[in-house]
């Protein structure tokens, strides 16, 4: 479920109605009472996602299936940052949070906008090892040789695509 506040009715400091205002040439969900100020700016938010190849498993890449996605849909690990979470160590947490497997190395493959969810993707190219062991989260991964990985365009697949792509340069 996407996290909105243009959808919000009511301000969460003082409970009164928000209404509509043009700020910055935005529409933005304002309290009228300028004695509360409340503004709903909207601003995205940030997600780790990995990019998994598992050393132990001949360097396949690993995909997950969120288990609110449909059979046959699958993308890269991701997760929150907790507070003051440095995100290469956010990352190595879902990736253990998540599939069980331990981080051998993280490396940065970059920044992504993914408005569809108002959100900022901070994708990593994640080395891991052990034993897959998925949590409530993901209703299952699959493996894809390294050669065959190919990226989508949408969401996590950018990243994919540009990883690909400097993998694939001479």
């Excluded at 949408?154 to 694939?168: E, H, I, P, S, Y």
Aim: proline share 5%.
């Amino acid at each position: 479920m996407r996290f909105d506040p243009e959808d919000w009715r009511y301000c969460p400091r003082c409970g009164g109605d928000l209404a509509d205002a043009c700020i910055d040439d935005h529409a933005r969900r304002v309290c009228p009472d300028t004695a509360c100020g409340f503004i709903a700016w909207g601003n995205p938010v940030p997600v780790v996602c990995a990019l998994i190849e598992c050393l132990d498993r001949g360097g396949q890449m690993l995909l997950a299936r969120n288990v609110a996605w449909p059979a046959g849909r699958f993308a890269l690990v991701t997760g929150f940052l907790e507070r003051d979470e440095a995100p290469a160590l956010a990352v190595a947490r879902e990736v253990k949070e998540e599939t069980g497997l331990d981080t051998r190395a993280v490396h940065w493959i970059g920044n992504y906008s993914f408005a569809e969810a108002n959100q900022v993707l901070l994708v990593y190219h994640v080395e891991a090892v052990g034993d897959i062991a998925l949590n409530d989260e993901l209703a299952e991964v699959k493996l894809i040789p390294k050669h065959k990985l190919k990226g989508w365009e949408r969401g996590t697949g950018w990243a994919v695509l540009d990883w690909v792509a400097r993998r694939d340069a001479p």
